[in-house]
């Protein structure tokens, strides 16, 4: 693990082993400086990936030779020696819990230990938390718009960048509040629920009712094999009849794929309704199928478009299943799950609450995987301190400077239970208490100090390595998801909302700003 690095970062290590400084104390912070998606928040994700990293950290020696190769022939050997030992033995880092909401300019973990391994860690570190974090706080979004009870599927896998970012799209995209993904490798690499259904190609494979083997089908209470084919179209006439569609406009071949699927799967039946005509063939070869199986005692799972007009089209669905329900008296017919695709979007989703619809399930790939309102979460990873002195990066960029010091960071919620700040102070100062006013700086309003009494004061950061080993229990990855909605349900209303939500502010103590306006005044 420890050659996933850039160079610099190995050119670095070695300036401060020749200076004599690589084992100086150092502290290192990583955090966003703007919430993604221009929203107010994200999740944090991607610690107990990184927690694993810092276990495996060392260099092999086939790692030392290749660096042998790269860096200047003038590096001296010692040195790659000196690489051969390192470990992340001397690494302590405090981390906010995974799957908790986090906010711009607030350490979601904090690295403590020599400075040249503080320093090699950092790219390794933000490839493992950049990527996991803001593809969990794309998903939350989705999870959001979408309400508690519908069903998302992620299936980005064919248009990830690459296998690695889809399982880890797979994985995340759970964390966020996804319900299943249509990754196997995902599936069996993290104990998520795989869903799938069938694709256009199934159907289309299909010409005519002949080509259907085998045709028979046991009852499921026993008894003689049935010929599901037959069956299903005695019923497609009598579906045809109440549906006033003549039984000549259906698919042959797309009725033959539902027998075919429906004899394969008998107790998983599903159709794909588009690829012809969805009201004179997909809808009526599905329910002819759907009857046929449910006089045999089987039940049909569920439909899916992935064309056209999905919430109307869902509407009109619904309308048929009630009525096949009601008139051929199957109660369950009218509830038959609708399931959608179709490069769903966050606009997709606001147009179906709009509109209305009567879709059960949607899967999302290309624009959650990808995440193309906004590629990168941009996280940073900055020292702060070294050999016990506070360290503060100056620039004209107000945005791009540093808060100095090691810190211990707060969250402060409201008598209703919402977070309404966090705030960062230094490691050594006493903890603020629950009803206590406390003077602070509110980032991006220093100048002034601001009075607030919390209700619960909450602190963020927990130890999760100590002494080359995870010190803190991780919780499962269905443990993580549930404290991602966890806490994405105590965020106030106008902090949640996905468009123009009020900024959450995040504050620093008296004493935390004190130093910084010190850094800052010798700096100059």
């Known amino acids: 693990m420890a050659p996933l690095a850039d160079l610099y970062q190995v050119s670095m290590a070695y300036g401060h082993w020749r200076a004599g400084r690589h084992r100086a104390p150092a502290a290192a912070e990583l955090f966003f400086r703007r919430s993604p998606f221009r929203g107010s928040f994200a999740l944090g994700a991607g610690l107990a990936e990184g927690l694993r990293g810092l276990r495996a950290f060392r260099f092999s020696a086939a790692d030392v030779a290749y660096l042998r190769s790269v860096l200047p022939s003038t590096t001296d050997d010692a040195f790659f020696d000196y690489l051969a030992t390192l470990d992340a033995s001397e690494v302590t880092v405090t981390a906010i819990p995974e799957g908790s909401v986090v906010f711009p300019r607030v350490p979601f973990l904090q690295v403590k230990g020599p400075l040249l391994v503080v320093q090699l860690l950092e790219t390794t570190l933000l490839c493992l938390v950049n990527y996991a ?87 499921q209470a026993g008894g003689d094999p049935v010929d599901l084919a037959d069956l299903a179209v005695s019923w497609l006439q009598r579906v045809c009849d109440l ?27 599903q159709g794909l309704l588009d690829t012809y005509c969805v009201r004179r063939s997909g809808l009526p070869n599905f329910c002819a199928v759907a009857l046929a199986l449910h006089q045999l005692g089987y039940q049909a799972i569920g439909v899916r478009l992935d064309s056209g007009d999905l919430a109307q089209q869902s509407k009109e669905i619904r309308e048929v299943f009630r009525a096949c329900g009601a008139h051929f008296q199957v109660p369950w017919f009218g509830t038959i799950p609708i399931a959608v695709s179709n490069d769903i979007s966050e606009q997709s989703l606001e147009e179906f609450r709009r509109e209305g619809s009567e879709i059960d399930m949607i899967g999302i790939g290309t624009n959650l995987v990808t995440c193309p309102l906004q590629p990168s979460l941009g996280c940073v990873y900055k020292l702060v301190e070294v050999n016990g002195s506070p360290c503060l990066k100056l620039t004209e960029d107000e ?41 602070i700086r ?17 602190p ?3 130890t999760y390595f100590r002494d080359g080993q995870v010190c803190e229990p991780l919780p499962s990855l269905p443990e993580v998801r549930t404290h991602a909605q966890v806490s994405l349900n105590l965020l106030s209303p ?8 009020q900024p959450y502010p995040v504050a620093v103590t008296e004493r935390l700003h004190r130093l910084f306006l010190e850094l800052r005044q010798s700096s100059h």
């Open 133 to 219: 974090s803001l593809v969990a706080t794309n998903a939350a979004r989705f999870r959001l718009l979408a309400g508690p009870d519908m069903k998302l599927m992620e299936m980005g896998l064919r248009r990830a960048q690459g296998p690695d970012g889809a399982l880890s799209a797979s994985k995340y995209s759970y964390i966020g509040g996804f319900d299943c993904t249509s990754n196997i490798l995902a599936g069996k690499l993290y104990g998520i629920p795989v869903r799938g259904t069938i694709a256009h190609s199934f159907v289309m494979s299909f010409r005519c009712l002949e080509e259907v083997q085998p045709r028979e089908l046991l009852p």
């Open 243 to 269: 549906l006033q569609t003549p039984p000549g406009k259906t698919n042959q071949g797309e009725l033959a794929a539902f027998v075919s699927y429906a004899v394969t799967f008998p107790c998983d039946f």
């Open 399 to 439: 945005e791009k400077m540093t808060i100095p010091g090691m810190k211990a960071i707060y969250r402060l919620y409201d008598a209703a239970g919402h977070p309404f700040m966090d705030l960062m102070a230094l490691e050594e100062e006493p903890s603020p208490s629950a009803g206590q006013e406390l003077g």
């Open 442 to 458: 509110v980032l991006g309003r220093l100048e002034e100090t601001t009075k607030v009494i919390p209700t619960t004061v909450e």
């Open 460 to 462: 963020l950061h927990r």
């Open 494 to 501: 106008a902090h949640r909302r996905l468009h123009e939500p």
